[in-house]
T-cell receptor, first 116, second 112 residues
């Protein structure tokens, strides 16, 4: 049981390049989310998904795309990287049971992205 | 949307003393309030959480209190140890453990 796995751990991009950050979970969680963490600003929600085929925007969605074709995977795409997207990105998953009590959010180990 | 404020931003305590971190939130619909500990270069890890139907929750040296009327909640760490040194984040959500709104973090340093 690996939990939430993110790849890559580190990445350097040039301005204008595109790339995909991968996130996979093996806990059969319904909910998956992407956050970015910048110094002094805590974590901010980029996009989230409540289940396969369903995604929605969070606080800071501009410049990012997501899709959820399977329960396990939730990739984050940077369409045209900008220096402002330099950050540490965390994927998280949690179980949402209708009418029940949610479990905690489990975070991946993070991806440190630098855009030059 | 929800706005979570966290204070202080840095906190230094002597080993064995208590540490208190406070957070306020703006959305009265929020009903889930977790606290995360993040060590340098690591992922955030849940240390304790509380839901809006509970006023206080304790787990060994860690406790969280919630005042829904005033819209604030606090983390209390007693008998601090050097390994408690880390950045602590509070968060709030109205959809359980999903879609968390985080505070800006408190860097706790425990001095041996």
């Amino acid at each position: 049981n690996a939990g939430v796995t993110q790849t890559p751990k580190f990445q350097v991009l040039k301005t204008g390049q595109s790339m995909t950050l991968q996130c996979a979970q093996d806990m059969n969680h319904e909910y998956m989310s992407w956050y970015r963490q910048d110094p002094g600003m805590g974590l901010r929600l980029i996009h989230y998904s409540v289940g396969a085929g369903i995604t929605d925007q969070g606080e800071v969605p501009n410049g990012y795309n997501v899709s959820r074709s399977t329960t396990e995977d939730f990739p984050l795409r940077l369409l045209s990287a900008a220096p402002s997207q330099t950050s540490v990105y965390f994927c998280a998953s949690s179980y949402s049971k209708t009418g029940g009590v949610d479990t905690e959010a489990f975070f991946g180990q993070g991806t440190r992205l630098t855009v030059v | 949307g929800e706005n979570v404020e966290q204070h202080p931003s840095t906190l230094s305590v002597q080993e064995g003393d208590s540490a208190v971190i406070k957070c306020t939130y703006s959305d009265s619909a929020s009903n889930y309030f977790p606290w995360y500990k993040q060590e340098l270069g690591k992922r955030p890890q849940l240390i304790i959480d509380i839901r809006s139907n509970v006023g206080e929750k304790k787990d060994q040296r860690i406790a969280v209190t919630l005042n829904k009327t005033a819209k604030h909640f606090s983390l209390h760490i007693t008998e601090t140890q050097p390994e408690d040194s880390a950045v602590y984040f509070c968060a709030a959500s109205q959809t359980g453990a999903n879609n968390l709104f985080f505070g800006t973090g408190t860097r706790l340093t425990v001095i041996p």
